[in-house]
């Protein structure tokens, strides 16, 4: 996916989260080529990438339609993933080499970049590269998948997390404690510290919701 590609799915991600589009509204992918002053192309294949987030649902006959994500599945979801990356976590922390973790302290320090310059969308992309980091290390393509696939659907809330006020701070300590329990060999703490990481529960989840529905109630006003 170009650079160009990822700006224009992120730029309709955006619209459905914020409310600009609402649920159940169709997207036109006429109206929509014109207003980006593109094809009806790449509208359509970032349309059906949406889809395979949950975001964007295609009715047969129909078109496509902003859905909905439901706070229940939203942690439902975010749970699963949490276990699932510190399952990768512990695999990382038990089979790391040296160049492993030079690798994993260099994505660590782009992260630190990323959240300096206090674009969130940098720091989710640069964020992306050192869970994928671990993944790799990690081994295990069968987890590797069922991450790929939840993680799509996850995409967008994970953004918008990301701009709540002093949470890429705050995930970057956790990534200190993270890359320091690999670094030790620690599968246990590894796990641990990956789990409390990904997952959003308790105030953090409250404020993913918070700001869903302050930045919905802005469009709408």
């Given at each position: 996916m170009t650079k160009s590609e990822t700006s224009l799915r992120d730029a309709?991600?955006?619209r459905i989260l914020t409310g600009m589009i609402r649920p159940g509204e169709r997207l036109d992918e006429a109206a929509l080529a014109h207003e980006f002053n593109v094809s009806r192309t790449p509208i359509r294949q970032a349309l059906f990438q949406l889809a395979a987030t949950g975001l964007v649902e295609h009715i047969p006959r129909r078109g496509?339609?902003?859905a909905e994500v439901g706070p229940q599945k939203l942690s439902e979801m975010f749970e699963v993933i949490a276990e699932l990356e510190s399952l990768c976590a512990r695999n990382c922390a038990r089979r790391a080499t040296a160049l492993d973790v030079q690798d994993l302290t260099a994505l660590h320090r782009a992260c630190a970049q990323a959240a300096g310059s206090g674009d969130s969308d940098a720091y989710y992309y640069a964020n992306e590269k050192f869970h994928a980091a671990i993944r790799s290390i990690g081994g295990n393509g069968f987890l590797h998948g069922e991450i790929d696939r939840l993680q799509k659907r996850l995409q967008a809330y994970r953004r918008l997390q990301l701009r709540a006020r002093d949470r890429m701070a705050s995930s970057l300590e956790e990534h200190e404690t993270i890359?320091?329990?690999?670094?030790?060999?620690?599968?246990?703490?590894?796990?641990?510290?990956?789990r409390g990481h990904v997952s959003i529960q308790g105030d953090r989840f409250a404020d993913l919701l918070a700001t869903l529905s302050r930045t919905q109630a802005g469009h709408a006003a």
């Amino acid at each position: 996916m170009t650079k160009s590609e990822t700006s224009l799915r992120d730029a309709l991600e955006d619209r459905i989260l914020t409310g600009m589009i609402r649920p159940g509204e169709r997207l036109d992918e006429a109206a929509l080529a014109h207003e980006f002053n593109v094809s009806r192309t790449p509208i359509r294949q970032a349309l059906f990438q949406l889809a395979a987030t949950g975001l964007v649902e295609h009715i047969p006959r129909r078109g496509a339609f902003a859905a909905e994500v439901g706070p229940q599945k939203l942690s439902e979801m975010f749970e699963v993933i949490a276990e699932l990356e510190s399952l990768c976590a512990r695999n990382c922390a038990r089979r790391a080499t040296a160049l492993d973790v030079q690798d994993l302290t260099a994505l660590h320090r782009a992260c630190a970049q990323a959240a300096g310059s206090g674009d969130s969308d940098a720091y989710y992309y640069a964020n992306e590269k050192f869970h994928a980091a671990i993944r790799s290390i990690g081994g295990n393509g069968f987890l590797h998948g069922e991450i790929d696939r939840l993680q799509k659907r996850l995409q967008a809330y994970r953004r918008l997390q990301l701009r709540a006020r002093d949470r890429m701070a705050s995930s970057l300590e956790e990534h200190e404690t993270i890359v320091t329990a690999i670094k030790s060999g620690d599968s246990n703490a590894a796990a641990a510290a990956m789990r409390g990481h990904v997952s959003i529960q308790g105030d953090r989840f409250a404020d993913l919701l918070a700001t869903l529905s302050r930045t919905q109630a802005g469009h709408a006003a």
